[in-house]
């Protein structure tokens, strides 16, 4: 081993570490493994320690002693066994720990060994007897307890022994688990009676148990049980049976009833007590006055769900008396309270602080000072002896004893005895001592119990099981319990004046594992118990007195009895050590370990923050006394002033007269009355607060819309937004009336309730039902119960719920946790208790608002500065910090502690600070300076009197003052108030007393200047803190937690001195220094630049720019100042506080602190987080913290989210704003854009029928083909030419493609009659859509059918049906087999038992979330054949979005294939199909030519139907309705083809209603009919043109119905586009475009594609043929491109002439000279000669 250094010591020092060990190394045990380097701690840690003080030589340990020659040699050797022996020279070590000073003993004064039957050792600890005081011999003879005790009423009934059950315990012997008779000690439920009879309380004479918690008796008649209390059991009561006739009647003490006492007991059934005082003595009462009935029988004990349990008082008339309240000694006005009035307990006698004597009156017999209603539970280990003292005066009494301490609840123990605490324990340690429980369990305390108090800090630390790295782990993969003892030694004394906590214990742990092991989860026993005391106490000795090591082998009750004597009988405090280390080392049972912590520095924080924060310096009579103690001693203090004869005296020179306002032009001093007539002018220069949305909110606020996205599309069964139309919206806050009212305001000024349509008028009274306090009062809960019922009745409404800052409190909304509707938002600065391992939010519903998002995406020069900032400002070097500590006040606050111990720290805080601001006010009203005010206290008091005084308007600067006891702020208050009035500045500042639970109050003469300022009526009022904007305050803010309120600009100061305790949590230091988080308008400046002015070389411009680029950490802005007129407000905190964010500036202050008092660390060996990230920290906190309490649920709740940042970073806009946009999203979803076609083209049909009239077949034969191509998604295709075609057509379409417009769309709402998507989703439609409720049997029932197609032109290809069981009445099966036959099709003139004859064919092009494939709605919820139509590699999309549709898989090499290729395999199963069917119904006896022969072939962006009726007015209709109607035309079996018309903004004013044209997006297809014409399967963009001519050439009848529209959904993607792949073995030069598709042979930049060869040509037509190939043909209107067999499109600058060679001669041909010729030859041959000469061409050339 090595120093730090890396450096020997010295022989001497080896020698003495050898030596001192030399008995455990020759022990039997095994060497342990020699790595002790993990036995140090932090190694640049610096302690100052005082000298080593002299102890007397003469006080040595007789069990074990260890003592250390001059010459370094250490011999180890018991008292009762010692010989001689050869010494034996250890092996060479070498120790890095300091030489030993001198001889120093381990413990001072005899400890003697206490034997105790084996029996006390299956005792639980709360059922140990108190120890009356006086019974036992003094300390030094330790008596054995008096008898044995029963167990606990869990272990009764056990066939287990005791130690067997619980952990603490070890293992007994059969001999050790028997009594000397030879019986079980927890068999008998008795006491075994002494000749005296059994003395223990609880216990009659007898030995019977008569305590509540395990009575069970019958009562003769007018007997009642009643409950006596016992000063010596105050955590039962004692039961008694009594003659009710001797008792008042319940709730009567006025009733009549005997005098006298009658009763019997309970517990052996002796009978016949006349006397009470026979009776207590019975029963074992311990009274220590007269035994009276009254006072000692107080409630009555009744039956409650078969228990007996404590009922109501017995209402003697002496306690209705002593229910009176006595008068307080100098009672003072409290503030009135705003709301419903009511007071806290706290808050109804304040006293006034000041330096004035109070007198206190007498208290009567019987008053309230003794009889409290109901009696306040005394301490554990209550002291009688303070009872005698109560006589005393207040201040003479808290000069020498000390207020009982709280109660503390303590495990169950083993302890063998109980530790005595002698008098004058804390006025000789300056302090109360406080004991850590640490390794085993404490024994039971009785003596001056009240100079001690108990903490469990460290306890965790050494529970087995809790210290492993996972839950996996193993207990020996652990350090040990003596190397932990070790480690904490060490690491209380490495502390120096730090307070000592649980994470930086867990963080040395952590070190040790990782420097023996290399990583974490190794063996690490490296410390025996052999070693464990010599090593404990080198390390005491090199503390230099801070430490002290006492080792007993008896019990570590006789340990702490020895150490406790020891610090009373020291002559000062300053001689007492700060820790003083028991180690109980017993040969046959496990090492005990505690610490006695009596630095008055460290006992009182462990003291105080163990204190529940009702009882810290709350409680009226402890300030009184105190105040009365304070003010003596600066009295009588030679330094201080005589303060209010000061006031007094400058009070009197004023002559009734008062300083100005404002206005420095009027004289020094006027008269109060033209004070108060002074009104400022409007200020239109005042800040207010800014409403705009910055970038950083409005990104928080989309990515958590994103998050909702994710949410509904990753499982609809947890949020389906298909179902919802708005948004509701209900905000939580906690029971702070100011942020209640500030988040009104937001809410108003964010005009979001009118734009998600919540309310009709833009007032601020209409946000309040909007916004509800999270407390108890009966207008929340009503509230709540109203918006349970909205959630509820409103299935379509999506509501919202805020928790803003409630922290993981959700009382009150588990009823609708599980509601489908309800989206819960946590939002908090400080998120830690909602990061834990059983928190209900998934992590990846998480989002963090951080500032660098603020300053990257702000194009303002607005700027947050928050904690980070504040922090970073320590390392500034030419501004002072912003935030600072007074350490004047520090010394002053702690000299005046060590003079009283007993004294609060918050109440002389408090004291001292009000003291320093009279002062400073003093000073700067009389402009002298007497002492008493700190410079910081001073500089904030001037600049808050004299800024009104300089501006015209009377502005000033606001100082927040921090008091978190409400009883000290209202004190505090009075004082100010009173001091500020005397010295006549009641006009110059204010002072305000703000809580969570009172408003904003302020004099009427300042709230006519803010009501000035603003130009405002007399009837405003300021409700929240940056109302007060301008306004020079003193803001005494109260409360032990803040809530997130936003401070105004003037904010100047805030005062954190008095926030000690309490805050050294993460959340805690947070929410403290967030109330000076603000965004400020400055410029950041590099300080290295200023510096470099200077003369100072740090570098270039460059290099720091880099250096400032590189870092991400919020540790670069301590190199930064700012320069700027807003400043932001100076930050005084405590000396804790500033050593904590002081010493974290590098690594984070997260790092290092517990996250919060709501949460706790999952295990006590953890690894250490290294990183400041928030995503970071956040998988760390989730991993190794949980909650304190009970969560709602433990699974990841998919409907929580999380919004967490910096405090007033933005985040109340930032959800504001999210509801908004999700309020336009759900709108949005039930809105479709689709297209609005422009027809320019007038009709070629001169001869149209009467509107809404059927089409007459023969009429539409005669009619002629109208080749316009009207739809203007084909605005980039050729014209088809036709004698009418003019020059503007050729170039209005050309024009309008190069500009590339996007097609023109308008927005039409969602309603019953239109189809939806999958995000849709409403009771009526579930089954249709997703099936039953049980979705997962629907899929299971599917069934796969295969169907096989004969094609002449691509042979046998197999094509696959996914049926879902309840579609399978729509096909046939073979009943043997069950192999599918063909698909359902009626019988032409047979009713139909659906209402649509036509199967439907869906062909599914777009994504399947987004496919208008739920047809429930528009075929009016009747039955109906839909088959989905997709390619192979979409199947598994389309069956989890549409689990219940029939779905028809093409083959595989469709998977390369375009919209004609889909729309080719539909016609050819359905050709197979209707064949199947006749010969299906030709068996049955049915004509085969009356099957029906249409299909309907239809897109997936249909999205609605109109028809204009015969007033030319556009009606909504259902899809069922237009399918009936085109099922019921006449002849509509002699139709080839049959479509309607796209809807567009101009078709209501067509003059049709029908044409002869192409027909395409919803095509009823005669598959009979066009059963020679087939769609090109090798097609992909403009498949129907080329179908619909194809048939036109057939001259088969076609026909659009033009009264008939449907809606289109506009879609940005193009359909269905193969992939263009570039070859692996080419080199690409950029992005493959259609026009690098065409090269020269051997050119260089030829790339081999891999996409469909038809594709790429008719891209390559389309896109750029016009450009080149075909460039001559460009723009000649009589010479168009002749096409043969099909449609081609050119381009829209070319127009086209389609033939067909297989229809015959063309007549058209006669006369035309055409331009080029372009054949397709895909499904037909190649024309023959004598047809192509038929054309002629011309010279293009």
Not at 415 to 423: G, M, N, W
Request: proline content about 8%; charged content about 20%; some cysteine.
């Amino acid at each position: 081993m090595g120093n730090s250094q890396g450096q020997l010591k010295s022989s001497r020092f080896e020698n003495a570490l050898h030596m001192s060990i030399e008995q455990s190394l020759r022990s039997s045990s095994a060497t342990p493994h020699p790595l002790f380097s993990q036995l140090y701690l932090e190694k640049d840690i610096k302690v100052g320690l005082p000298e080593v003080l002299p102890v007397p030589p003469d006080h040595v340990d007789p069990c074990r002693q260890v003592a250390i020659s001059p010459r370094g040699s250490t011999q180890q050797e018991s008292v009762h066994q010692r010989g001689p022996g050869p010494p034996q020279v250890p092996p060479r070590l070498v120790s890095p720990l300091p030489p030993i000073p001198g001889p120093i003993p381990l413990v001072h004064g005899p400890i003697q060994r206490v034997v105790l039957p084996p029996s006390s050792l299956a005792q639980s600890y709360h059922q140990q007897r108190y120890i009356i005081p006086g019974q036992f011999p003094p300390p030094h003879a330790m008596p054995p307890l008096m008898c044995n005790v029963p167990p606990p009423p869990s272990l009764r009934h056990s066939d287990k022994p005791p130690t067997q059950q619980h952990h603490h315990s070890r293992l007994l012997s059969p001999k050790e688990e028997r009594s000397p008779r030879g019986q079980r000690s927890s068999a008998s439920p008795a006491r075994p009676a002494t000749l005296e009879g059994c003395q223990d309380v609880g216990f009659c004479k007898a030995g019977a148990d008569i305590r509540l918690s395990s009575i069970h008796a019958k009562l003769p008649d007018r007997f009642v049980l009643v409950g006596a209390t016992s000063p010596y059991l105050p955590e039962d009561t004692l039961v008694a049976a009594v003659d009710g006739r001797f008792l008042p009647l319940p709730g009567n003490a006025q009733s009549l009833h005997l005098t006298g006492f009658s009763g019997d007991c309970v517990g052996c059934g002796k009978r016949g007590f006349r006397y009470f005082s026979e009776f207590a003595n019975h029963i074992n009462l311990k009274v220590v006055s007269e035994a009276k009935k009254e006072n000692h029988l107080r409630y009555y004990i009744t039956l409650r769900q078969g228990r007996m349990v404590k009922g109501a008082l017995i209402p003697w008339q002496a306690d209705a008396a002593a229910r009176e309240p006595r008068m307080l000694p100098a009672v003072v006005e409290v503030p009135p309270q705003s709301g419903d009035g009511r007071t806290s307990p706290d808050r109804e006698h304040p006293q006034g602080i000041s330096d004035i004597h109070v007198k206190e009156e007498s208290d009567p017999p019987g008053s309230s000072k003794d009889l409290k209603q109901p009696p306040k539970k005394r301490h554990r280990f209550h002291n009688l002896d303070e009872e005698k003292q109560a006589g005393e005066s207040p201040v003479k009494r808290r000069m020498h004893s000390h207020p009982p301490s709280p109660e503390v609840k303590l495990p169950p123990s083993n302890a063998k005895d109980s530790a005595f605490v002698p008098a004058n324990l804390a006025d000789c340690c300056g302090t109360k001592v406080a004991i850590l429980e640490c390794c085993g369990s404490l024994p039971s305390l009785h003596g001056h119990v009240s100079d001690v108090s108990v903490s469990a800090l460290f306890r965790r630390s050494f529970l087995r099981g809790t210290n492993e790295l996972s839950e996996g782990a193993q207990t020996e993969n652990t350090l040990n319990q003596p190397t932990r003892i070790l480690l904490l030694i060490k690491y209380l004394l490495q502390l120096g004046p730090r307070l000592p906590y649980c994470e930086g214990f867990a963080a040395a742990l952590t070190r040790a594992v990782t420097e023996t092991d290399g990583s974490l989860g190794g063996t690490s026993s490296v410390v025996t118990r052999e070693q464990l005391p010599s090593l404990a106490k080198l390390s005491a000795d090199a503390s230099h007195g801070s430490g002290r090591v006492v080792v007993t082998q008896d019990s570590l009750a006789a340990g702490l009895t020895e150490v406790l004597q020891s610090l009373a009988s020291s002559l000062s405090a300053d001689r007492c050590p700060d820790y003083t280390f028991i180690v109980c080392d017993p040969e046959h049972d496990e090492l005990q370990f505690c610490v006695v912590v009596s630095g008055p520095l460290q006992a009182r924080a462990l003291i105080e923050g163990s204190t529940s924060s009702a009882d810290r310096a709350n409680q009226h009579s402890t300030i009184a006394e105190d105040i009365l103690l304070l003010a003596s001693h600066f009295d009588k203090s030679c330094q201080g002033i005589e303060l209010d004869d000061l006031i007094a005296k400058f009070s009197a020179h004023l002559d009734g007269k008062v300083f100005p306002p404002f206005n420095s032009a009027l004289p020094a001093k006027i008269d109060e009355s033209e004070a108060s007539e002074m009104k400022p002018t409007p200020y239109e220069d005042l800040h207010e607060r800014d409403t705009s949305l910055h970038p950083h909110q409005i990104r928080a606020a989309m990515m958590l819309l994103s998050r909702v996205c994710s949410i509904a599309d990753r499982d609809r069964s947890s949020l389906d937004l298909g179902r919802f139309t708005e948004v509701g919206l209900l905000i939580v806050t906690p029971p702070s009336e100011v942020l209640y009212e500030q988040t009104v305001d937001r809410l108003h000024s964010s005009r979001i309730l009118l734009d998600v349509n919540l309310v009709s008028m833009d007032s601020r009274d209409a946000g309040k039902p909007f916004v509800m306090k999270l407390d108890d009062r009966t207008g929340s809960q009503s509230q709540l119960e109203d918006f349970v019922a909205n959630v509820r009745s409103k299935a379509e409404t999506l509501f919202v719920v805020v928790l803003d800052s409630v922290g993981s409190d959700q009382s009150g909304f588990q009823e609708i946790a599980d509601v489908p509707n309800v989206l819960f938002l946590h939002v908090s600065s400080t998120p830690y208790s909602l990061q834990t391992r059983n928190t209900p939010i998934p992590r990846e519903n998480e989002i963090h608002m951080d500032k660098h998002q603020y300053v990257e995406g702000d194009s303002s020069h607005s700027r947050y500065f928050g904690i980070r900032d504040y922090q970073a400002s320590l390392g500034w070097t030419n501004q002072t910090p912003l935030l600072q500590s007074d350490e004047t006040f520090e010394l002053m606050a702690e000299s005046l502690l060590k003079s009283y111990p007993d004294l609060h720290s918050r109440i002389a805080g408090t004291y001292l600070l009000v003291r320093q601001y009279s002062v400073a006010i003093l000073n700067a009203a009389t402009g002298q300076n007497h002492r008493g005010a700190t410079d910081a206290t001073m500089v904030t008091v001037q600049d808050l009197i004299a800024s009104p005084l300089a501006d015209k308007h009377g502005r000033g600067p606001m100082v927040l003052l921090r008091i978190p006891s409400p009883q000290l702020a209202a004190l505090a208050y009075q004082r100010l108030r009173q001091v500020r009035d005397r010295l006549g500045l009641s006009y110059r500042f204010e002072v305000i007393l703000a809580g969570p639970d009172r408003a904003v109050e302020v004099h009427q003469h300042f709230l006519q200047r803010l009501q000035a300022w603003r130009g405002l009526p007399s009837s405003w009022a300021p409700a929240t803190y940056e109302d007060l904007e301008g306004l020079p305050c003193i803001l005494i803010l109260t409360d032990e937690h803040t809530h997130g309120e936003s401070m105004p600009k003037s904010l100047k100061v805030v005062d954190l001195r008095l926030v000690n305790e309490g805050m050294f949590d993460l959340a805690g230091l947070e929410c403290e220094l967030g109330l000076a988080s603000s965004h400020v308008t400055r410029t950041p400046v590099d300080a290295r630049s200023t510096e470099r002015c200077d003369g100072d070389e740090t570098g270039t411009g460059d290099e720091s720019t880099k250096r400032h680029e590189k870092s991400e950490q919020d540790a670069t802005t301590a190199t930064r100042r700012m320069e700027a007129d807003e400043e932001p407000p100076l930050v005084l905190v405590s000396r804790q506080a500033f050593v904590v964010l002081n010493e974290a500036q590098s690594g984070g202050y997260a790092c290092s602190l517990p996250p919060c008092n709501d949460t706790r660390w999952m295990a006590g060996l953890r690894p250490p987080l290294t990183s400041s990230s928030s995503e970071d920290r956040s998988s760390y906190y989730r991993e190794w913290t949980e909650s304190s309490h009970e969560m709602p649920d433990t699974m990841n709740h998919p409907r929580r989210l999380l919004l967490y940042g910096p405090p007033q970073i933005g985040k109340t806009g930032a959800y504001l704003h999210f509801c908004r946009v999700l309020h336009h999203m759900l709108v949005k979803l039930q809105e479709v854009e689709v297209d609005d076609d422009h027809r320019t083209t007038g009709p070629s049909n001169p001869d149209p029928a009467p509107l809404g009239g059927p089409p007459d077949l023969s009429r539409v034969e005669r009619m002629t083909f109208d080749t316009t191509i009207y739809q203007e998604r084909y605005k980039h295709c050729s014209l088809i030419w036709h004698p009418g075609m003019s020059k503007q057509d050729l170039t209005r379409r050309a024009t309008s493609d190069v500009q590339g417009k996007k097609n023109s769309t308008v927005l039409v709402k969602a309603t019953k009659l239109t189809s939806h998507n999958s995000f849709h989703s409403c009771e009526e439609c579930q089954s249709y859509c997703t099936g039953d409720s049980t979705k997962e049997s629907e899929i299971l029932t599917t069934r796969i059918h295969e169907f096989r197609i004969c094609d002449p032109l691509l042979g046998e290809v197999s094509c696959q049906f996914i049926i879902p069981s309840q579609q399978e009445s729509n096909f046939i099966f073979e009943n043997e087999t069950g192999s599918l036959c063909s698909l359902h099709l009626p019988v032409t003139g047979q009713e139909n038992k659906q209402a649509v004859k036509s199967p439907m064919f869906m062909l599914m092009r777009n994504l399947p979330e987004q496919s208008l494939a739920n047809l429930y709605h528009v075929m009016d919820g009747c039955r109906h054949t839909l088959v989905l139509v997709c390619k192979e590699k979409d199947t598994d999309a389309i069956r989890k979005q549409w689990p219940c549709h029939t779905v028809l898989v093409l083959p595989l090499l469709a998977n390369s294939m375009g919209g004609g290729g889909l729309k080719y395999f539909v016609k050819r199963v359905a050709t197979q199909n209707l064949r199947a069917e006749r010969l299906r119904y030709q068996t049955l006896g049915v004509d085969p030519g009356s099957v029906w022969p249409l299909i309907l072939i239809m897109e997936d962006w249909l999205f609605s139907w109109r028809k204009t009726d015969m007033s030319r007015s556009e009606v909504e209709v259902s899809l069922n309705s237009v399918i009936c109607h085109v099922e019921a035309l006449p002849d509509i079996t002699q139709f080839a083809l049959m479509g309607v018309d796209q809807w567009s903004t101009r078709s209501k004013v067509t003059q049709r209603d029908c044409r002869k044209s192409f027909v395409d997006n919803m095509v009823f297809l005669n598959v009979e009919l066009t059963e020679d014409v087939q769609y090109n399967p090798y097609e992909f963009f403009h498949e129907d043109i080329d179908f619909s001519w194809r048939v036109h050439n057939r001259q088969l009848p076609i026909c659009t119905l033009a009264y008939l529209q449907v809606m289109v959904k506009s879609t940005l993607r193009e359909l269905n586009p193969p992939d263009i792949i570039v070859h692996p073995s080419t080199l690409s030069r950029g992005p493959i475009t259609a026009d690098r598709f065409l090269v020269l042979p051997g050119a260089d930049d030829c790339a081999l594609l891999l996409a469909p060869p038809h594709f790429v040509v008719e891209k390559y037509l389309s896109d750029v043929a016009f450009q080149g190939l075909l460039s001559s043909s460009m723009d000649l209107l009589h010479h168009p491109v002749l096409v043969m067999e099909g449609y081609i499109s050119l381009g829209p600058k070319i127009p086209v002439f389609p033939v067909s060679s297989t229809a015959g001669p063309v007549s058209e041909l006669e006369g035309m000279a055409f331009s080029g010729l372009v054949i397709d030859t895909c499904l037909h041959p190649v024309p023959s000669k004598q047809f192509i000469q038929q054309s002629r061409f011309i010279d293009v050339l």
